[in-house]
């Protein structure tokens, strides 16, 4: 195969071919290598990158396979990392120079898995200054005028060029979500203690969530199930067995799955072409669509949800405010002095208010499926702003498992897209209703 053709497979593809012999880890991993080299400095989605170092991984995982050792589910595959996720030989400086030069000792959690899975960690992709608003150096790979979105540019934008097939990310408000959808790749942010936070920024223990990107629904159901699963350092997550994504995913419905259309009250904030789109999205899956409108009392969750991370980002955060607070952005600044003056009751009152919210949503999965919901206000805005979380909020606040679908185009022929929302705890379902409306909209 040619580079292109070996940069252009998914995941999937690339293990059968590793596990068939048809070319190497190292080669698939040098391939996508030239990609990096050939067009990541326009892109600039990775803060650190040893191509040594991943192709000596990769020879590492060839040998292992050679030698009859057993292999996991992302043999031989690359993997790009948000630079919030600590990892041993790379440095983890969660975008601000207060931390440049921070070189780990051990590696997070996630990436921990994912080299037990077999996988290559090919680099550490750029994220907003601690993952928070202010942007980094990353554009968008389908327009290089425009944000990637945040947090997690550069490991979108990663995936979206084909630098890499899978790339991880994590979202407290709508980083996973809204930069997947703005650069049309599909994007999963889980159930909140689906995936283990441990040796990971932590903004807020209440919000964080740690998600995946990929180019197709079953490669993002293969690494959900690598990442998965219970870790005693984190007490969000639970002791209990992961079901097997990759083969639900794929797996029929029992019955055509019934869809709520939740404009949620933040749909002013679509743009027109946003309301056309889903206006003609919902026509088309027809009596598989209901409309359904939240109770009032949901239009303080946005305010909940922001009275919560400033909160908690002003408590975590404060020992780099503390040691080097004057190269902190001051939009972050101003952020943590907010959280500082909120009083404790009002912070108390936002998160029993959250688990108020998710009973009442996680009540609708009795008659429905999914939720759909666009992901974006729109499509990627041009500059360096981010763009608005705000179709992002009331999940992130909730814990709800959330995905975005690249299946729609707007501006310019920029990617849109369809967020779908499941029940808590109830990814695979979710999974298998998104990879249902894939089809539908493909027939």
Known sequence: ????????????????????????????????????AAIDGEVRAFVHLDPDAALAQAREVDQRRRDGQPIGLLHGIPVAIKDIFDTADYPTECGTAVLRGRQPAQDSAAVARLREAGAVIIGKTVTTECAYFSPGPTRNPHDLTRTPGG?????????????????????TNGSVIRPSAFCGVYGVKPSHGLISRNGALMLSQTLDQVG???RSLADAALILEVLAGYDPADSDTRAVASPDYLELVAEPPPVAPRLAFVRTPAWDKADPATHAAFAELTASLGDQVTEIDLPDDYAAAW??????????????LNHLLERGGE?????????????????????????????SYAAGLNNLFGDFDAIITPATPG??????????????????????????????????????GVQLVGATRDDARLLRTANWLVEQLDN
């Open 303 to 316: 305010d909940d949800h922001h009275v919560i991370m400033a909160t908690d980002m002003a408590h975590n």
């Open 212 to 214: 995946v990107m990929a």
């Open 327 to 355: 190269v902190l952005s001051q939009q972050l600044r101003d952020l943590m002095a907010e959280g500082r003056s909120f009083p404790a009751v009002r912070y108390l009152q936002a998160r029993q208010n959250a688990k």
């Open 1 to 36: 195969m040619t580079d292109e053709e070996l940069t252009g497979l998914t995941a999937i593809e690339a293990v059968e071919h590793i596990a068939n012999d048809d070319f190497s880890s190292e080669e698939y991993v040098g391939a996508c290598l030239d990609r990096i």
């Open 379 to 416: 499509v990627a805005p041009v500059g360096e702003a981010t763009g608005s979380p705000v179709f992002n909020s009331l999940w992130s606040l909730t814990g709800l498992p959330a995905l975005t679908l690249p299946l729609l185009t707007g501006e310019g022929g920029m990617p849109l």
């Open 151 to 171: 947090s997690s540019s550069g490991s979108a934008a990663a995936v979206a060029a084909a630098m890499v097939p899978l790339a991880v990310g994590s979202q």
